[in-house]
Nanobody, 119 residues
Framework: QVQVVESGGGLAQPGGSLRLSCAAS????????MGWYRQAPGKQRELVAS???????NYADSVKARSSISRDDAKNTVYLEINSLKPGDTAVYYC?????????????WGQGTQVTVSS
């Protein structure tokens, strides 16, 4: 059984910073990707940033210049920091773990954490 649990959401000021954490537990494949997605009201879920077990990162253009994703494999935890927050960053943020077993992907999602950027 795999579990993915996010933490760190809440209310933030425009121009401020936010750090989200996501801890995975259970059967985690040696090769995997952990990432953050977000979904704003009335919009589709979109990738914010991801990081592979090899350390390769991928960012959405909207956050690339002001965010950083990192992971601590000893804790099976991924972190996302977003700086210079904008109201447009308001969304529910979901953590994703993609395991790879026998060349097949298996996705696991957290429950989501609300991020609201407002003055």
């Amino acid at each position: 059984q795999v579990q993915v649990v996010e933490s760190g959401g809440g209310l933030a000021q425009p121009g401020g910073s936010l750090r989200l954490s996501c801890a995975a537990s259970g059967s985690i494949s040696r090769i995997n990707t952990m990432g953050w997605y977000r979904q704003a009201p009335g919009k589709q879920r979109e990738l914010v940033a991801s990081i592979t077990s090899g350390g390769s990162t991928n960012y959405a253009d909207s956050v690339k210049a002001r965010s950083s994703i990192s992971r601590d494999d000893a804790k099976n935890t991924v972190y996302l920091e977003i700086n210079s927050l904008k109201p447009g960053d308001t969304a529910v943020y979901y953590c994703n773990l993609r395991n790879w077993w026998l060349s097949k992907p298996y996705d696991y999602w957290g429950q989501g954490t609300q991020v609201t950027v407002s003055s």
